[in-house]
């Protein structure tokens, strides 16, 4: 059980939340990390919706990779061949799981978030579309495609 305060009413509860996920073991998790409403909830209080953070893994064996959030600086315990990427929030938790589960670079789709943020500050990816050579984001419900150049698909694809 994790012990929670609605930012909005400070109402305290406990809620019992998954803290480890692993690749290919639980569709709903990986359903929700997926349309960005994993770490979302309901206050039972004052009926608001706000963003959870608590400690949370999610490894992809296949890959060697597993994601992290945590307000801790360090994080130990892992494999050393094992990539960790360690996320502050949920929302950069949920764009490297988008960058895992579609193969992109991270690096490639933080720095293209940041320039869609000066023009929509709530624009977030969704997910590559390489028939039509364009990244989708969400803006505020709405879909919005960015076109990439030859250059920037190739960056994108281009893992580290």
């Not at 209080?45 to 064996?61: E, G, S």
């Not at 364009?134 to 920037?152: F, S």
């Amino acid at each position: 059980m994790i012990e929670i305060t609605c930012p909005v009413c400070g109402h305290v509860f406990q809620i019992k939340r998954d803290t480890l996920a692993i690749a290919g073991i639980s569709d709903t998790i990986e359903k929700r990390l997926k349309d960005g409403t994993y770490f979302q909830h309901v206050c039972s209080k004052c009926h608001h919706l706000f963003t959870m953070i608590y400690p949370f893994v999610f490894r992809d064996a296949q890959k060697k990779t597993s994601l992290v959030l945590s307000q801790q600086p360090t994080i130990k315990g892992f494999d050393q061949e094992e990539k960790v990427i360690r996320c502050k929030d949920a929302d950069s938790f949920l764009l490297a799981y988008q960058a895992l589960a579609q193969d992109l670079r991270l690096s490639f789709l933080i720095r293209k978030q940041k320039q869609w943020r000066k023009i929509w500050p709530n624009a977030s990816f969704e997910s590559y579309d390489q028939e039509h050579h364009c990244l989708w984001l969400r803006v505020q419900g709405e879909w919005k495609a960015a076109r990439l150049t030859k250059e920037e698909e190739q960056e994108l694809k281009t893992i580290v």
